[in-house]
């Protein structure tokens, strides 16, 4: 099995990142792979920085960069030699070079291949949040929760990367979930229902505590006291469940519902800074440590992310917590790059 990331050096692992670009850029530079081969030869860790550095790369090119006139005015700029930039080089026809023993990333030509691989691994996530915040009245960002107090005096606690927007009005009381994660206080009111909406998936009650998460497959439901209706009417059947306290239930957007129990003092137990998985595919543990990480995380096959997982882990650490939960299956996590995180099964 391959060594865990802890055993590359931080510093390896940003030359290594270096060289990826580097070598992209002047890929028949003699004197660059002459170099190349000289750092690798070094220190053990190099070569093993660079295997991992070089998977990543692979794992990221598979997905299209996205939003390219975001970032490509910047890009731009840079290499046309827009103030500020720190890079130590040599120039030879207008193209910036390293000079060896001081590489930075943002390089020349080689910053185009930063940007897109910053672009393919980040950039996306964000403006998708971002577009979600422009319809939003509330937001968090990774790692924020934030708890915000109504008109009506009920209360809604975010977890991070989350957005709502509130819509009060005579005789009724609705909450959009436009992404994320979010646990409502409610405040009872029988002349006005309170309903938090994820797309079409409406979440109604009267006075009680509850967690809704919208996801890519649908939205999960969680009752911590209380009782709520969860309805999906624009499908046929339309989906009417009742949950009270320690029930929950997931709702696809094509209507299918898988039903569960856990222990009421176990609904979002994110507020505590808790992840709690019992019998979870890997894939669905870390899906909730990615908004507590500031940077992509990456399992690199569909077996890996399908293995059960049970246990309790630190959110206030998330780094740490992916560790413990790929020791638990025997897998390897490496930084490969200071915003990637990659998890394999050796």
């Known amino acids: 099995m391959a060594a865990n990331t802890d055993a590359i050096p931080p510093q390896a692992s940003r030359e290594a990142t270096d060289w990826l670009i580097l070598l992209q850029e002047e890929p028949d530079d003699q004197d660059i792979l002459r170099a190349f081969a000289e750092w690798c030869e070094r220190d053990p860790a190099h070569m093993q920085a660079w295997n991992a550095t070089r998977r990543a790369a692979d794992v990221m090119a598979t997905g299209a960069p996205e939003h390219a006139d975001r970032w490509q005015p910047f890009v731009r700029e840079m290499r046309t030699g827009g103030e500020g930039s720190s890079v130590s080089s040599s120039r030879k026809d207008n193209v910036v070079r390293p000079a060896f023993g001081r590489r930075k990333m943002w390089l020349g030509g080689g910053l185009a291949i930063a940007a897109s691989l910053f672009a393919a691994v980040i950039g996306p996530g964000i403006v998708t949040r971002a577009v979600t915040g422009w319809q939003a009245d509330y937001v968090t960002d990774t ?190 996590v490496r930084q490969v790059t200071p915003w990637v995180l990659l998890v394999s099964a050796s």
């Open 143 to 332: 790692a924020e929760m934030r708890t915000i107090t109504l008109a009506d005096a009920s209360t809604v606690t975010m977890a991070p990367e989350s957005a709502i927007r509130v819509r009060f009005e005579a005789g009724e009381r609705h909450i959009d979930l436009l992404g994320g994660e979010a646990f409502f206080e409610v405040t009872p009111d029988a002349e006005r229902p309170f309903t938090v909406f994820a797309d079409e998936v409406g979440v109604t009650v009267l006075g009680t505590g509850f967690d809704v998460r919208r996801n890519e497959a649908g939205t999960d439901v969680a009752v911590e006291h209380g009782l709520v209706r969860v309805g999906f009417d624009q499908i046929t059947p339309p989906v009417a469940e009742l949950l009270e306290a320690g029930q929950s239930a997931s709702v696809t957007w094509q209507g299918a519902v898988a039903r569960g129990q856990l222990p009421a003092g176990q609904v979002a137990a994110w507020r505590q800074n808790q992840l709690i998985a019992q019998d979870q595919p890997l894939g669905t543990v870390i899906d909730g440590l990615r908004r507590y990480y500031p940077g992509r995380i990456i399992i690199t096959d569909d077996a890996l992310a399908s293995r059960p997982v049970t246990g309790v882990y630190n959110l206030a650490d998330p780094l740490a917590a992916l560790r413990g939960i790929a020791r638990a299956q025997n897998a390897v």
